[in-house]
């Protein structure tokens, strides 16, 4: 059975670590192709449908979705010890701030022989361009752009993408805001986004 009950605009960084962790049963692959690549059921929808507007033809696939804590634990653990703190606290989320763990943040690289885990290709031009064009169509934002670091506490992931939903990526990205930011500004006229 599936539940639509997830709350699609939670913030979860440093400052909000998630309360409440996806059940199995809300989760589902991305694509057949990757089933270990998980995502809730209505981002995962919503990824589907804006991989085959675009034509996507497995240029574009899925590298990490849904982390469970031991899993963001791991990540967090292997990355520190093979590539320092700094890389780390600057592109690993803290295990339980992840938004990994909310099973609506996708990973998303160019199909290469060699994929960086962390830090996955997924440039501007051509397929990638059009992907970025679309996404707030269908509820997607990118959701640790260059020049918000300062706000997000995350470096800039051109590759990270997030389901917040139709029509709040729309107005995010016209706003040029990101989720900290938007999260505040609904909070201020009672909006209610925790
Ligand atoms: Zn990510």
Known sequence: MERSDWNYLILVNRENP????????????????????????????????????????????????????????????????????????KFVAYPGCSEHQTGLAIDLGANLPEIDFICPEFPDTGIFGKFREKAADFGFIERYPKGKEAVTGIGAEPWHFRYVGVPHAAVMKAGGLVLEEYAEERNAFGGGVK
Do not use: C
């Not at 996806?22 to 059921?41: N, R």
């Open 18 to 89: 998630l309360r409440r962790f996806p059940d199995a049963d809300m989760l589902e692959p991305v694509l057949e192709e990757y089933p270990d690549v998980l995502m809730e059921h209505r981002a995962a929808r919503a990824l589907r449908a804006l991989l085959e507007a675009i034509g996507n033809r497995g240029e574009i696939i899925p590298v990490s979705g849904f982390r469970t804590q031991a899993e963001q634990q791991k990540i967090w653990d292997d990355t520190l010890l093979e590539r320092g703190e700094e890389f780390t606290r």
